[in-house]
């Protein structure tokens, strides 16, 4: 026990890589102030760090490390066809920042990439610019918050704001924040813009304590989001993922009853459903490295992805859709 401390791991963000091309960028500059204790360390290009093979995932998630980069192509990408596009015929999404803090058990981008460190590309003016030139070819619906929670970050790197301040502008670009953040405080310093979207992931307490025990409480986020309805922020709910547990019939029950008991149906924008659902790749790659419920699941394939059986995704979708639509109309109600 004497030498425990010798093994102990390093606090958050104790390291933090910078690509020699940004280190004079004006956010880089801005970050490294928030963490002066940081050891900062030269690199040329981020995948050196976040790419070299034969990492711990597992030990990162512990603690994490932080690399700043410059994103050099692809600044927007076509969504997945297992995101649900609401209608919108030109969705896409962007990565600012590569993976998230919260570090869900259920989460493909544990399969996606081979690090849990975190990446930030500060380079935002060339972001911007490609959704200018892709505005002059028709509107778009950006998912922003796609591989990682752009919220609850926004401690670190202020990027949720300045697209908010760009939305103000843009009547073409509809942005959609996906969040379990409750930084209130973030949404607080900012007028509300009908072009922007927060969408927030609910889900069971049940369900949060045992597959994200790192995100905030059911509660807390329910408080959030009222005040952000209060506020005049056009608020998205998303049931998703639905996790086959037992007593998931009661569990979701009592869920959906106790949301819209706190939550005005007639001020949500809508509603997204959908059950777990990941990437065959994806899923092979985390089952290397966790072996939990979520990822010795015996899913079956459906379009390149694997879900639940039928049967038990059928049975979990009619029951919970069913619940809502006891409070929301159900042209309000979007599944996949």
Known sequence: MKNSKKFSLSKPFSHIYVEKEVISHHITQEILKKFTHSKVIPINHYKEVFSR???????QELSKKLILAKRRDTFLSPASPLCQNFGYHHFYYTNLIINCIFNCDYCFLKGMYSSANIVIFVNIEDYFQEIENMLKKHPLYLSISYETDLLAMEGIAPFFSQFVNLAYSKE????????????????????????VILAWTLLPQEIIERFEPQTPRL???????????CDGWRVRLSFDPIIFVEDWREIYERFIDYVFR????????????????IPKEYLKKMRKTFEN???????IEDKEAYTYPSPIKEELLNFIISKIKNYIPENKIFTI
């Open 172 to 195: 073409d670009l509809i942005l959609e924040v996906r969040t379990k953040s409750v930084n209130y405080m973030a949404l607080k310093s900012l007028k509300p813009s009908p072009n």
């Open 262 to 277: 706190e939550i005005p149906s007639s001020q949500i924008q809508d509603i997204s459903v959908g059950v777990f659902r």
């Open 219 to 229: 509660p807390i986020r329910i408080n959030t989001i009222k005040k952000a309805i």
């Open 293 to 299: 419920e979520i990822t010795l699941f015996p899913y």
């Open 53 to 59: 093979p034969r990492q711990s995932y597992k030990l």
